[in-house]
C-alpha cells in the first residue's frame, strides 16, 4: 500500500511569491492534514479537509488556504510568502478517527 | 486551546530503559498519540491510547492517566536505531479530528 506522497520534495520561493504543495493520501483514506513544521519547533496545525470540504483551520493567517479534489488529493497554497514561512510543510491522511499518517513533507524556502 | 508540555531533550545508554513524559491540558479529550519522527524524515505513529492504562506494542509502551493529564512513553532495550524525536500529540473532544502536537523530545541513545 502506497503512503501519503507529497510533491515537490522542495520549493524555493522569493520573498512576495505564491507556493503551490500537493498531497495525495493513502488510498481510502478521505482525510487530509496540513501541519507547519519550522525549524527547532514542533508541529502546528494549518488545515483539516475532509470529503472536499474545509472542516478546521489552525491559528495562520488567511494567506494560506487549499483545497482537496474529489479524488481526496489535497493542494496547500501560500500566497504572499514571507521569510517566516521557510518550513516543513507535512501533509496526512486518515480515515474517520484513525491515527494520522504523515508524508515525508515539502521543504519551503523563501529567499 | 491546548498545552503539551515535554521535555526537550534526553540522553540514554544502548540496551537500557528510558521513559518520556507527557502532560497535557485541554478542554476536551478524545485520545493521546506517539509518534517518532528520525531527522528529515516523517512522523512514523507508535501508539495510541485512549482509556487509562499501558498499552504495550513489543519495545514501546504508553501510560495514560486522564485525571492527571499524564501520559509516558516507556522504550526498553534501547538501540542506537531509537535516536529520534518523540511526538507527544492529543486529539481534542468533538468533530476535530487534527491533533495537537507538543514540541518533542529529542532522544539520543549512546553506545
Known amino acids: 500500500e502506497a503512503g501519503v506522497t507529497q510533491s515537490p520534495t522542495h520549493l524555493i520561493k522569493t520573498r512576495g511569491q505564491q507556493a503551490t504543495l500537493r498531497c495525495s493520501p493513502i488510498?481510502?483514506?478521505?482525510?487530509v492534514y496540513w501541519y507547519q513544521q519550522a525549524l527547532g519547533l514542533g508541529l502546528q496545525f494549518l488545515l483539516w479537509?475532509?470529503?472536499?470540504?474545509?472542516?478546521n483551520r489552525g491559528n495562520f493567517p488567511p494567506r494560506f488556504s487549499g483545497r482537496q479534489f474529489p479524488n481526496y488529493s489535497s493542494e496547500l497554497n501560500v500566497n504572499a510568502l514571507e521569510l517566516e514561512d521557510s518550513a516543513l510543510y507535512l501533509c496526512?491522511?486518515?480515515?474517520?478517527?484513525?491515527?494520522?499518517?504523515f508524508g515525508n513533507g515539502t521543504r519551503l524556502t523563501v529567499t | 486551546g491546548q498545552n503539551i508540555d515535554q521535555p526537550t531533550e534526553m540522553t540514554a545508554t544502548e540496551g537500557a530503559i528510558v521513559q518520556i513524559n507527557c502532560t497535557y491540558q485541554?478542554?476536551?479529550?478524545?485520545?493521546l498519540f506517539w509518534y517518532q519522527q528520525h531527522a528529515g524524515e516523517a512522523p512514523t505513529f507508535l501508539s495510541y491510547?485512549?482509556?487509562?492504562g499501558l498499552e504495550e506494542k513489543g519495545r514501546f509502551s504508553s501510560f495514560l492517566s486522564r485525571s492527571k493529564g499524564y501520559s509516558y512513553l516507556l522504550l526498553k532495550e534501547l538501540q542506537m536505531k531509537d535516536s529520534a524525536s518523540y511526538l507527544c500529540?492529543?486529539?481534542?473532544?468533538?468533530?476535530?479530528?487534527?491533533?495537537?502536537f507538543g514540541s518533542g523530545t529529542q532522544l539520543t541513545v549512546l553506545p
Open positions: 496526512a491522511s486518515s480515515l474517520e478517527a484513525a491515527p494520522l499518517h
Open positions: 488510498s481510502g483514506h478521505t482525510s
Open positions: 479537509y475532509d470529503e472536499g470540504e474545509e472542516r
Open positions: 485541554t478542554s476536551g479529550f478524545n485520545g
Open positions: 491510547n485512549v482509556l487509562d
Open positions: 500529540a492529543v486529539r481534542d473532544r468533538g468533530s476535530a479530528r487534527q491533533l495537537t
